[in-house]
């Protein structure tokens, strides 16, 4: 029998949320806040509150990550980055993740996160 | 039992086509045709063609991808790309998907995509 | 029942490995050695080995890889990453891969790879 997959929040380029099985794959999340105010490291907080309601969406949450791809748009704003996802992540559940710098969808927008889940 | 691993279309680097179980995991893709005259739009339209190839020899189609990683070499020509996307995804079954400017492998590339996506 | 998570060689912000079912996240590796004498192609060696190690501590090796994701700082010196990539994977069981140039943590890493695999 086929598994079916379940897709939520689609607008016309991509689902937010897709679940296959117990599988969870979230879209690359940016911020709405991207002002000249909104730090890397507010960036990046609202990033991962948009994640934890987008994994509860799917019936999942943060302790139940499995990787998360990170790009920032300036290397030098990377402790930024860091310090907003250490004070986020579960402290007995992190994920495999990498880090890069490159060019993000709009020249204010300073991160990016993409994660893959498991559902409990 | 291990679950077998099937790999299609493997060169001296990477296999195109990789199944494992029900999950599919296609390569990075790009174009052929990287012409001055061909637009990140156009090169866009040969990828996805390709991936239809790859999807279709791993048993699967476009109404099954999971998620999506696009990376273009000029985010300036976003909206390019996006027009062939949108052209070409499947409207109830859209992806997580994911974009970021980047360099690629030739400098006459504009496009490059990799998919993950699941059999029927 | 829920299908338990295995995390290994988690540090403040990452694990390593992150094991679930028989899927295997490794997280991105970068070289120790990444002095002006360590070359794109030494700093992939590294990475490789490293990247060994890491699916020996999850029970699976390179002949298991499902998709690798390669980033270098210049694509100038990707055959150089090829070149150590060749001489390192399975000839038999090739993963998918993609490969771009990005801004990496350090300006002295030259290289950073994420894999996917399965267990036997």
């Known amino acids: 029998m086929t598994t079916p997959i379940k897709r939520q929040?689609?607008?016309?380029?991509l689902s937010k949320i897709v679940e296959y099985g117990n599988l969870v794959f979230?879209?690359?999340?940016?911020?709405?806040?991207?002002?000249?105010?909104?730090?890397c490291k507010a960036q990046?907080?609202?990033?991962?509150?948009?994640?934890?309601?987008l994994l509860a969406a799917a019936g999942t949450n943060k302790s139940r990550l499995l990787?998360?791809?990170?790009?920032?748009?300036?290397?030098?704003?990377?402790?930024?980055?860091?310090?907003?996802?250490?004070?986020?992540?579960d402290p007995n559940n992190k994920p495999a993740r990498a880090c890069q710098e490159t060019g993000?969808?709009?020249?204010?927008?300073?991160v990016e996160?993409?994660?893959v889940a498991a559902k409990p």
């Open 9 to 13: 929040q689609s607008d016309e380029r």
């Open 26 to 39: 979230i879209a690359g999340t940016v911020a709405d806040n991207r002002g000249p105010s909104d730090s």
């Open 44 to 53: 990046t907080e609202e990033v991962l509150k948009k994640i934890d309601g």
């Open 67 to 89: 990787s998360a791809n990170v790009w920032i748009s300036d290397i030098r704003e990377k402790d930024q980055m860091d310090a907003a996802w250490k004070a986020w992540v």
């Open 104 to 110: 993000l969808a709009t020249r204010d927008t300073r």
């Open 113 to 115: 996160i993409m994660v």
